[in-house]
């Protein structure tokens, strides 16, 4: 029952970060408008004290060549960038969506059509291709279950950030959607 109540979960943070049928983002922002969200910093001993590292322990692969060949219980090191929606972090969980570094950021390929408050939705690039090149990134403590504390700020880590994330895969739905149980987060 518990690995139904995560994979629920995971699946419902990938949909949510990659939207639904048509595109939800609002280009109607500025530059000025931007600024990454920020959370309290977590309670000491709230995440595990090899979580976040400063380098991986080996070469990892991009999300969608990832999510290609991974089953569950395979062990991997993906990188990505976090975001795919204006708020990849859930508040109440360490849960993060991250998206495949091929996949650029509003106005990264093309600064002059940079229209975008939040780059890190990924608002520019189509909704099936995001859901394609994004996976959930779950932290779960010693009873199995997500940590009930945000990883927004925790570690380095923030909106559009680009992280190297090593653990076991999760889940792994119909639809493509993935989770992946982090044992390590490297902040870039």
């Known amino acids: 029952m518990h690995r139904l109540n995560t994979l629920i979960l995971a699946s419902s943070v990938i949909l949510v970060a990659c939207g639904g049928k048509g595109d939800d983002?609002?280009?109607?922002?500025?530059?000025?408008?931007?600024?990454?969200?920020?959370?309290p910093a977590a309670p000491e001993?709230?995440?595990?004290?090899?979580?976040?590292a400063t380098a991986p322990t080996g070469e990892p692969v991009g999300v969608g060549a990832m999510k290609q060949a991974a089953k569950q219980g395979d062990r991997v090191i993906v990188v990505g960038r976090i975001g795919g929606s204006k708020d990849p972090f859930l508040a109440d969980r360490a849960m993060v969506t991250i998206v495949d570094p091929s996949v650029k950021l509003c106005g990264e390929a093309e600064p002059e059509n940079d229209h975008c408050a939040t780059p890190?939705?990924?608002?520019?690039?189509?909704?099936?291709?995001?859901?394609?090149?994004?996976?959930a990134v779950v932290v779960n403590g010693a009873d199995a279950a997500p940590i009930a504390h945000t990883l927004l700020g925790q570690g380095g880590l923030k909106p559009g950030a680009r992280v190297v994330v090593e653990?076991?895969?999760a889940t792994v739905g119909p639809d493509g959607a993935a989770t992946i149980a982090a044992e390590r987060i490297v902040a870039k």
């Open 25 to 39: 983002h609002d280009h109607s922002h500025t530059r000025q408008d931007r600024g990454a969200p920020t959370a």
């Open 45 to 52: 001993g709230t995440f595990p004290a090899t979580l976040f």
């Open 167 to 169: 653990g076991t895969v």
């Open 120 to 135: 890190w939705d990924f608002c520019c690039e189509p909704r099936e291709n995001l859901r394609k090149m994004s996976i």
